[in-house]
């Protein structure tokens, strides 16, 4: 069981907004401004696209974009495009020195 | 733009220990500049932190894998390593070396070496 909860599964279609959801505690998520997420097509290594909550690294589309509230984190991606399809993984960093996993969404284009 | 490429056993006994490397090009594990980490994921599941390394030796593990865990730098080869002792079925996994100017995200990743516990 991961420490942060995420939904198995999102879905939109090309050109349409999603937000994925990635809740945790106050010992991490709500904690500190320490969230990143991660995108991963299945057999390539995962790429970061937003870091430290909202940033986005050079490179990364600006359809990307991070936010948090409380003990939630949410990641959306608009302007959907096909190849935005794969998993998504949220990180936080957590008490005494731990960086913490959500169980990753599988984000489909229709 | 760094790489990194994991090198170990494909197979391990349980109980065991695993040992894999990572060697670096593009950026040096002697510099203060980054954090070595190391990430797995098990079949079809998530992403688990091991723990990171900084250049003078300075470690954190996952509370979870503490005491199983082991992780040093060769400075001398560009290289980092990971030591995980009592291999279980459970340790099945993906292994992920990673390359990261923070120590709260991971930017440069390898391409990822699997790494199946079974006797």
């Known amino acids: 069981q991961s420490a942060l909860t995420q939904p198995p599964s999102a879905s939109g279609s090309p050109g349409q907004s999603v937000t994925i959801s990635c809740t945790g505690t106050?010992?991490?998520?709500?904690?500190?401004?320490?969230v990143s997420w991660y995108q991963h097509h299945p057999g390539k290594a995962p790429k970061v696209m937003i870091y430290?909550?909202?940033k986005r690294p050079s490179g990364v589309p600006d359809r990307f974009s991070g936010s948090k509230s409380a003990n939630t984190a949410s990641l959306t991606v608009s302007g959907l495009q096909a190849e935005d399809e794969a998993y998504y993984y949220c990180c936080s960093y957590a008490d005494s020195n731990n960086l913490v996993f959500g169980g990753g969404t599988k984000l489909t284009v229709l | 733009q760094p790489q990194l490429q994991e090198s170990g056993p494909g197979l391990a006994k349980p109980s065991e220990t695993l040992s894999l490397s990572c060697t670096v090009s593009g950026g040096s594990i002697s510099s203060s500049n980054y954090y070595w980490h190391w990430i797995r994921q098990p079949p079809g599941k998530g992403l688990e932190w091991i723990g990171n390394i900084y250049y003078s030796g300075t470690t954190y593990y996952n509370p979870s894998l503490k005491s199983r865990v082991t992780m040093s730098v060769d400075t001398s080869e560009n290289q980092f390593s990971l030591k995980l002792s009592s291999l279980t079925a459970a340790d099945t996994a993906v292994y992920y070396c990673?390359?990261?100017?923070?120590?709260?995200?991971?930017?440069?990743w390898g391409q990822g070496t699997l790494v199946t516990v079974s006797s």
């Open positions: 430290e909550v909202s």
């Open positions: 990673v390359m990261s100017s923070s120590w709260y995200h991971f930017q440069h």
């Open positions: 106050s010992s991490d998520v709500g904690g500190y401004n320490y």
